[in-house]
């Protein structure tokens, strides 16, 4: 599925959205040069000792990549084909995501090269020790805020933020979100990101008059994001999910997948594959099912110029990171489908992390009505904001989102003397 890996550097992506949109701008030349690079960025390797008694010397990253908003936040993801340059671009997003979404917040995103499906959780918690042990002197609950991505999760986070505590002397809860609730977590942190999403795919639905109590969905990856919007998509609007995908396979009802039983039987067997009541089908043919729906909810470049022409839904809902290439949405636009795009339609997580770091800083939190109805007000603003904005340029969705996120970049940069 990765076919960035072969073909398309996430960064390389990420700076040619930045130029289209200087160019619909009419940026000056030293906006540009701020808004393509990285404002700072680390690249550490840090010894850990395995279970076998060995010692493993792994490497990370962390990328500050503009905070001229505010503190720079952004998840942590551990992969085993992390690389600077993905790091880079999730870094990049997240400041168009928190600027989009009026926090007052820049972006940063940071990653470790591992597989955690190989390792076992002593020598996960001695990894994600180490690794803030490597990055601690530069983050800080007013510098730089990690939270979990992809393969790290609430536990990874309470690790995280024992060690740094570890490090300044007394308990820093607020300098991690994602945390557990006994840890100052957020009440309705876990399934934001899907949340902020399906309040995007009702603001889109409404717009488009579909009906989504009657419509179909497929959704690639089966983690924090998909899991999510399956029940959510369900619980909320009474969509059918008919067709599912993990990185070990797809399976399909066309009656309606049975949600909790499929979850179920994902954290049972660690797979979508082989679940009672479904029938095993192609990834690939998941993307290009003929369902009102497609979400995808899993890594980056997935949808290309090789497959966008046969993509059949007329909503895609992007839980993911940069899963479209430029090209793949000059295709999408054509042929009328309504992107929601990835650093709108994600954006419920670090909102939800950013509810987390005021109830962190006030020691006083929130009940989980209240976060929902704070985030569903930001999540529907930032979809209208969005949607005026691609009818007033007559630019796709993710060009429009570009142009508010980057124009407050700008402002801010400007006002502060950069540039
Ligand atoms: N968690 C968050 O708060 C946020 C996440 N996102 C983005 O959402 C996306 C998913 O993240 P999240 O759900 O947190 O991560 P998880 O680690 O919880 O889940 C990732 C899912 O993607 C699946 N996957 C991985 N590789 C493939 C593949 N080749 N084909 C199909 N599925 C695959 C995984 O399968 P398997 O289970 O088999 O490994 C897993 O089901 C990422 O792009 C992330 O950056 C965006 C905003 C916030
Ligand atoms: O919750 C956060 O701070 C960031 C989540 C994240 O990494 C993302 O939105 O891609």
New binding site residues.
Partial sequence: MTEHSHNHNPFHIAQQQIRTCADILGLEQSAREVLLRPMREFHVNFPVRMDDGSIKVFEGYRVQYNDAKGPT?????FHPDETIDTVRA?AA??TW?CSLLDLPLGGG?GGVVCNPKELSLQEQERISRAYIKAIGQFISPTKD?????VYTNPQIMAWMVDEYSSMVGNNQFGVI??KPLPLGGSPG?SD??ARGGMFTLREAARELGIDLSKATMAIQGYGNAGCYAASLAESMFGCKIVAVCDSKGAVGCKDGICIPKLTQHKQDTLSVCHCEGTEDVSSQSLMEMDVDILVLAALEGVLTAKNADRVKAKIIVELA?GPTTPEADEILYRKGIHVIPD?LC??G??T???F?MVQNAYMYYWDEKEVHEKLDTKMTRAYHEVLETSRKFVINMRQAAYVVAVERVVEAMRLRGWI
């Fill in positions: 936040k952004g998840g942590i993801r999730l997003w997240m995501k995103k805020i990690p939270a979990p991505d979100t994602g942190r934001a990101t990171n650093f994600n954006a997580g670090v939800v992390s950013y987390e």
